[in-house]
């Protein structure tokens, strides 16, 4: 072999070898899971990709909580908990005992559907979609011995408005929506669905805040979001499931980015920013751990997400304690 053939060789050989590390480092990261090239479609809309739908904010409408609110939070939850003789810290330990605790705590949901005429088409979602809706919940929280359980106490009210089946997170339709159908206490989750419009897919108020303004309290979720609905891929029920997190009194896995405080749940490995698709291996922050993708409180699609942590299982029972019971 000629020296300069053996040169050219060496330095393809270099170059495959420098691909093949670059490719595997950014599959390690889950760049490349989603084709960010590729229109993504939801409810009528269209980004030019899933990722800029991510971006635009529409997968969940929850409130930001910032750095300062989240510490004075923290704060008000630990002095509860420690005035209740309770461990205020979170630990790695720090995790909800089930079987100490003898049952879940039952939790009443009143359903509020909002449409705008009779059929599907018009966001009269069916009864079959709803207990189904209530099953995903059941099954999210109570599946891997959790903290909760949900029952559907006097049935679904349906409502037909087509204000209210447009209302937004704050409008002035959505408080006039929840004051005439909000039912129960603070201990009571009001669920409804209407079609927000902008591929909002859900919204939810945090516990800490029911005092303030007991109305508003509850989640909102995109009708078609219910298992079986047409909002792919965000429709097998997880939306409720995320949401209903925020009403516990979780924030996103990402809050706080590779922050030491981040979401204040231990079990959940920091993570930059949200995860979108399912980015098997994601690894956005040095901190130990692979990005929670799995997460019901990240923004994977529903069929990648199937989990809540200890910790998290930990949180929301003491947030229940302090601001809900
Ligand atoms: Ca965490
Ligand atoms: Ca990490
Ligand atoms: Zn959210």
């Known amino acids: ?98 079987a100490a605790s003898g049952s879940p705590t039952p939790i009443n949901v009143y359903f509020h559907v909002i449409n705008k005429g009779s059929g599907i088409s018009n966001g009269d979602v069916p009864d079959s979609q709803i207990n189904a809706q209530v099953n995903v919940l059941i099954d ?51 669920i409804y669905t ?32 219910l298992p079986g609905g047409s909002a792919a891929p965000y429709n097998l029920g997880d939306t409720a499931t995320h949401e209903v997190g925020h009403w516990l009194g979780l924030y996103h896995t990402f809050q706080g980015g590779c922050s030491k405080s981040g979401d204040y749940v231990s079990d959940t490995p920091a993570e930059r920013s949200p995860a979108y698709g399912c980015p098997t291996g994601r690894n956005t922050c040095k901190q130990t751990g692979i990005d929670p993708i799995q997460n019901f409180m990240d923004y994977s699609d529903d069929d990648c997400m199937y989990e809540f942590t200890g910790g998290q299982a930990a949180r929301m029972q003491s947030m229940w304690t302090t601001y809900r019971q």
Not at 57 to 72: K, L, N, P, Q, Y
Not at 200 to 215: D, E, I, K, V
């Open 1 to 98: 072999m000629r020296k300069g053939t053996a040169w050219v060789l060496l330095a393809t050989g270099l170059g495959l070898a420098f691909i093949i590390t670059i490719s595997g480092a950014l599959r390690a990261q889950g760049v490349g899971d989603e084709d960010d090239n590729i229109p993504f479609h939801l409810n009528g809309h269209v980004w030019r990709s899933k990722k800029a739908f991510i971006e635009s904010g529409a997968r969940c409408a929850t409130r930001h909580v910032d750095e300062v609110e989240a510490e004075e939070v923290e704060k008000a939850r630990r002095k509860a908990a420690n005035g209740r003789g309770a461990s205020g810290g979170q630990t790695s330990s720090d995790v909800y005992d089930l």
């Open 140 to 190: 999210a929280y109570l599946g891997s011995g959790f903290t909760f359980n949900f029952s559907l106490v006097t049935g679904v009210d349906r409502t037909t408005n087509a204000t209210w089946y447009t209302a937004g997170p704050g409008s002035q339709a959505e408080a006039q929506m929840k004051a005439a159908l909000r039912k129960g206490s603070e201990m009571d989750l009001n």
């Open 194 to 225: 209407n079609n927000p419009g902008g591929g909002l897919l859900g919204w939810a108020t945090f516990p800490w805040n029911y005092s303030n303004n007991p109305t508003n309290d509850g989640v909102v979720i995109l009708y078609s979001s």
